[in-house]
């Protein structure tokens, strides 16, 4: 079964300073990896998500991540965050060759990006 | 892009009564639908995965009998919550999947806050 970790449960950035969010993920084989956000009083949006091919994925809003396959991860960045950026993000990850498998998460990482 | 509709937003209701949460796909046939549960500063827990007219399979540790899922429709999935006790009380949060491989993102709903009394 697949399993994700963030390492990082809350983070406080000033706006313009550079995010890195870290995903780490375990499993053996194929897997699919994505990157939700949660904003306050918001469902869950989808920013980007990598199933193959070029391990740099650009999503929405200013955000990239990349798949390391040798380290299991799967970090989310952004160079500039803005205040807008302030949400929760949960990395999530499945097995697209295990069956119809649902997304399995991470506990989220709380950011809160300040004037 | 998807849409997926989930009713009631927040629902407080006294011990021992039982509660339906609707999910519908809007603009899409979500021939997978997911439940899970949230709790406070915690990730979101799979409950169970229901296929377009099949019985649901639920994870472990979730009580089938507590937790009634019915996927009857393309574009419909209810949860009942039976007999609710405070133990029940959290965020639930349905997503549907349309039709293909896992490859196909899910998409969420703005999920559904029990509180029981």
């Known amino acids: 079964a697949q399993s994700v970790s963030q390492h990082n449960h809350h983070v406080i950035l000033s706006e313009a300073a550079s995010l890195e969010l870290g995903c780490n993920y375990s499993?053996?084989?194929?897997?699919?990896l994505f990157w939700y956000v949660q904003y306050p009083g918001q469902h869950l949006q989808l920013l980007l998500k990598y199933f193959s091919g070029d391990p740099l994925v650009k999503g929405i809003k200013g955000f990239e991540a990349e798949f390391i396959k040798s380290k299991f991860s799967f970090n989310l960045r952004k160079p500039s965050v803005q205040w807008s950026d302030t949400a929760e993000y949960f990395c999530a990850v499945n097995a697209p060759l295990s069956g119809n498998t649902p997304l399995v998460f991470g506990k989220g990482t709380r950011l809160s990006v300040i004037a | 892009g998807a849409v997926v509709s989930q009713h009631p937003s927040w629902v407080i209701c006294k011990s021992g009564t039982s509660v339906k949460i609707e999910c519908r796909s809007l603009?899409?046939?979500?021939?997978?639908m997911f439940w899970y549960r949230q709790f406070p500063k915690q990730s979101l827990m799979l409950m169970a995965t229901s296929n377009e007219g099949s019985k649901a399979t639920y994870e472990q540790g979730v009580e089938k009998d507590k937790f009634l899922i019915n996927h009857a429709s393309l574009t419909l999935s209810t949860l009942t919550v039976t007999s609710a006790h405070p133990e029940d009380s959290s965020f639930y949060i349905c997503s549907a999947r349309g039709p293909g491989v896992s490859n196909q993102p899910q998409h969420f709903g703005d999920g559904t806050r029990l509180s029981i009394l």
């Open positions: 499993y053996g084989g194929t897997v699919n």
């Open positions: 603009d899409f046939q979500a021939t997978t």
